[in-house]
């Protein structure tokens, strides 16, 4: 990830194997598998949720998200769609709310709806401007949640401003913590206490090597490996923090859904109240020499099988 006057850029991440559409029958990821999320699906799979995806955009016409998409803003060119040109944003809408069908594969809560915002261009790149007013247009196009895999080391005080104006109004701000393996801080506007961190664990809970570390990183989520879908009509497994964010807004936006159904004891009004009830709900990573340590796993990784037990209960 780079950092120059004014811009920013999606985070790093690597590409491992591409599958066409005509080859991939449903693939379950391990994410799901591993956390059972078939079972959260029984109280909600994020209905009625609203996720603004601040990225390069989104495959529209994907078979896998289609759906799901609700009008979006293209912060670059506004007289354009917010069509992906990169791959990167339309990977992570999947991870938050592919369709449950019989194609491809499916999202953490496939029934919660996507708004595509594109502030990054075909190589990744845009500029702080764009992303600022990516998140107040968010904000103010009723967004429940917000979402960037995006970021620089250094600070970037006019997203800052944007970010508590989205505080101010409720709307979380989930952030990708960065791929650059140990690191003092992890990276903004990650490191900012109003938004919501998240690192990467692989397959094994284990803490990805590449995930960044700090005193602000909030909980790890999965990040390594994970197949979802890319443009025009593809799937591709991808690694880095960029993934391991969608999945934790996609167990808030689970969350959400079911806090706002009638017989719901708890409210969820606040950022803080995202960042306490996931709290309630994790487990440590299997590192021996960084479990139980924030700088290295922050509160720990999201459970959503905790998640079940708190939906059974309330």
Not at 16 to 29: F, H, N, P, R, W
Not at 45 to 57: F, T
Not at 83 to 89: A, E, F, L, P, R
Not at 223 to 242: C, E, H, Q, R
Request: aromatic fraction near 8%.
């Amino acid at each position: 990830m780079t950092k120059q006057d004014g811009k920013c850029s999606l985070l790093p991440y690597d590409v491992e194997e591409v599958v066409s559409l005509q080859s991939a029958e449903q693939k379950i990821g391990w994410g799901i598998t591993a956390f059972d999320l078939p079972k959260a699906w029984e109280t909600t799979q994020g209905e009625g949720v609203k996720i603004a995806v601040l990225d390069s955009g989104c495959d529209l016409d994907h078979p896998d998200l289609a759906a799901n998409l609700l009008p979006g803003m293209n912060m670059i060119n506004p007289k354009l769609t917010a069509h992906d040109d990169n791959q990167h944003g339309t990977h992570v809408s999947g991870i938050i709310s592919a369709v449950n069908n019989d194609i491809g594969m499916v999202g953490v809560a496939p029934k919660s709806k996507i708004i595509p915002v594109k502030v990054l261009d075909k190589n990744g790149n845009g500029s702080l401007s764009n992303v600022s007013k990516g998140i107040r247009w968010a904000v103010d196009n009723g967004a429940d949640i917000i979402t960037m895999s995006l970021g620089a080391p250094r600070p970037l005080q006019s997203v800052r401003k944007s970010i508590q104006y989205a505080y101010k109004k409720g709307v979380p701000c989930f952030v990708a913590a960065g791929n650059a393996g140990k690191t003092k801080e992890v990276f903004y506007p990650a490191a900012y206490p109003e938004t919501i961190a998240i690192g990467s664990i692989d397959s094994n809970f284990k803490r990805s090597d590449f995930s960044n570390t700090g005193k602000n990183l909030d909980f790890m989520s999965p990040g390594g490996k994970i197949f979802s879908t890319v443009p025009d009509n593809w799937y591709a497994f991808l690694s880095g923090t960029s993934m391991a964010c969608p999945f934790a807004v996609g167990v808030a936006a689970l969350l959400l859904s079911c806090s706002r159904k009638s017989n719901s004891k708890i409210e969820i009004k606040s950022v803080n109240d995202y960042r306490e009830l996931l709290k309630q709900g994790t487990i440590p990573i299997k590192n021996k020499n960084y479990a139980g340590k924030k700088f290295f796993e922050g509160f720990g990784i999201i459970d959503p099988r905790k998640f079940t037990e708190w939906a059974n209960t309330h």
